[in-house]
């Protein structure tokens, strides 16, 4: 190991992500804010929650047509086979290609936005798509689906992974689950939406006309993102923030000597340097000591919000080339970006092949089911979706508060897997009735129960695992990402390529069976996860630091 890496300090005690949620005393039950706010006005730690949540719709917004887009083809498909003459089996390959283009967009494109904002990259990606979805209504040939597919999965990959960067620059660890679980309700909602309407359209006005309608609600998004969504990558200024040098990994007494120290600096501040932070920053919480707003920063005029970059200045330790190859090392060597990319993976992928599946085989007999029709099996999937992620982001966000109140107020990530456990469970008994039932040709109304069950469960799944990771390993969340997009979408490409041939070799039930054994030994790891974790966060610290350190410079490192 290089001598970099080889101190980890005080990690045994305070690994990556362990943080005093509330104070020892357990009379009190006051949530402590984490990460820690800044003194600056422009830290959207400090915005108002208004101002936090107008900021998240737009994000909301953006993932919704983004996944709506990757995910309205397959009600087409019938329709494209008649009129041009596409193979099901070019049209399965096109929906492989842009997977895999998935992974290698979310590579390149998530260091410009670690470099140069979030901001360019959402703005930039909507006016592509925008332009792919003029191309996709004149589309002919074959290259042009192939290119189409290539080019908006490259850059709707965003959708995959910069949404969670966000979260993780504007809310707190006690709001994350719930806010992730938004996001991952608005996720499988468009995926399963934009087929459910696309059927309808294909039916009513042909099939072009369903990307017509992307053209026109992309060119809505284009303004409400231009002129409503503001940057949320903050770059501190040259003031001091609070408590310089501290980290959520802090020795408890390094913690309190600091406090008090603080304390003693406000309270012989000038007023006119400082003022009390609003409460809107979070009603009914308080600091480890007086939030204050230091006066002597300017808040940004609304032309500055709006700002196309917010670049960050380099040290010599980080650059583009690095975020694209960084990713890779730490799916190799911290386990929990490993296991969630393999637990992200395998729960997509399986979704993606009972969708291909669903709109391959249900439109022959015994179904014999038109586009409109197909769209509307996804019906079930919203409403599983919906009900999975409104329960489980609140609960997990509620448990992690409890749980922690238990230990002392520390709170630990592996406190929030406990949340999986209620949900675990559909996921094999749903896409085995989906699978087994289209197999045997059972009544639809089986096949509908099996689809919702599965969303039930991977919603939950999905978006308290990418949390824990979150609050795991938050200063290089972005790369970490980067390495759970890669997989996610190598797995997809992988059996969706495979699929033709391995359901003509085994069935339909084989197949489903296959890959449920492949998720249940996966998501297994949950509770090797829960018992160890806090020991695979403190073994990966000196590595987390180290590369934590090389990221550009938003807040402390």
């Excluded at 005080?10 to 020892?24: D, F, I, K, N, R």
């Excluded at 920063?297 to 609304?302: L, W």
């Excluded at 069976?513 to 829960?530: G, P």
Aim: hydrophobic share 50%; charged share 15%.
């Amino acid at each position: 190991m290089s001598a970099p890496l080889a101190d980890a300090g005080s990690a045994a005690m305070w690994p990556p992500g362990t943080v005093q949620l509330e104070e020892s005393n357990r009379t009190i039950h006051e949530i402590i804010l984490q990460p820690r706010p800044t003194e600056d006005p422009n830290d959207p730690l400090n915005w108002s929650k208004v101002r936090k949540y107008i900021n998240f719709a737009f994000v909301c917004f953006y993932v919704l047509m983004v996944n709506e887009f990757l995910n309205a083809a397959t009600p087409t498909w019938g329709p494209m086979n008649k009129e041009l003459g596409f193979s099901y089996e070019i049209l399965n390959d096109s929906y492989a290609v842009g997977c895999a283009f998935l992974a290698i967009g979310a590579l390149v494109l998530v260091p410009f936005a670690l470099k140069f904002g979030r901001r360019p990259l959402y703005l930039f990606s909507t006016m592509l798509q925008f332009g792919l979805s003029i191309w996709a209504a004149k589309m002919t040939t074959v290259a042009d689906l192939m290119l189409i597919n290539i080019l908006q999965c490259a850059f709707g990959a965003l959708a995959e992974v910069i949404v969670q960067m966000t979260v993780a620059d504007v809310f707190f660890v006690h709001q994350r689950g719930t806010m992730n679980s938004i996001y991952i309700w608005v996720f499988n909602m468009s995926s399963s939406l934009g087929p459910l309407i696309a059927g309808f359209i294909a039916k009513a006005q042909g099939w072009r006309w369903v990307w017509w309608w992307n053209a026109i609600i992309f060119g809505v998004t284009i303004s409400l993102v231009a002129f409503g969504y503001e940057e949320t990558k903050f770059n501190p200024s040259s003031v001091p923030t609070f408590l310089p040098g501290q980290s959520p990994e802090t020795d408890a007494n390094q913690l309190s000597n600091s406090i008090s120290s603080k304390s003693a600096d406000v309270a012989t501040a000038k007023p006119k340097d400082i003022e009390e932070g609003p409460k809107e920053v979070e009603e009914g919480s308080r600091q480890l000591g007086p939030v204050t707003i230091n006066l002597n920063i300017p808040r940004k005029t609304y032309l500055q919000k709006l700002a196309i970059t917010t670049p960050s200045g380099s040290d010599g330790n980080n650059s583009l080339l690095r975020h694209m190859y960084q990713p890779l090392i730490l799916l190799g060597t911290i386990p929990a970006v490993a296991w969630t990319a393999l637990v992200y993976g395998i729960l997509v992928a399986l979704a993606d092949v009972m969708s291909t599946i669903l709109s391959s085989f249900m439109t022959k007999p015994p179904y014999n089911f038109d586009s409109s029709q197909i769209g509307m099996m996804n019906i079930p999937k919203i409403i599983g979706s919906t009900l999975g992620s409104l329960i489980a982001g609140p609960f997990s966000d509620w448990l992690v508060v409890y749980l922690a109140r238990r230990n002392n107020g520390v709170y630990e990530p592996e406190m929030r897997l406990w949340a999986i456990v209620p949900f675990i469970f559909l996921v094999p008994i749903g896409s085995l009735m989906f699978g087994i039932g289209l197999n045997n040709k059972v009544p639809w109304p089986a096949i509908t129960v099996g689809l919702g069950l599965y969303r039930a469960g991977i919603a939950p799944i999905s978006g308290i695992t990418i949390t824990y990771l979150t609050d795991s390993y938050k200063d290089v969340i972005g790369d970490g990402l980067v390495g759970v997009t890669i997989v996610r979408n190598v797995f997809s490409t992988a059996f969706i390529f495979a699929l033709s041939p391995w359901v003509a070799a085994v069935g339909i039930k084989y197949v489903l069976v296959t890959i449920v054994l492949i998720a249940t030994v996966i998501l297994s790891f949950l509770a090797v996860f829960i018992i160890f974790g806090k020991i695979f966060r403190a073994r990966s610290a000196a590595r987390y630091k180290y590369y934590a350190a090389r990221q550009y410079k938003e807040r402390a490192l």
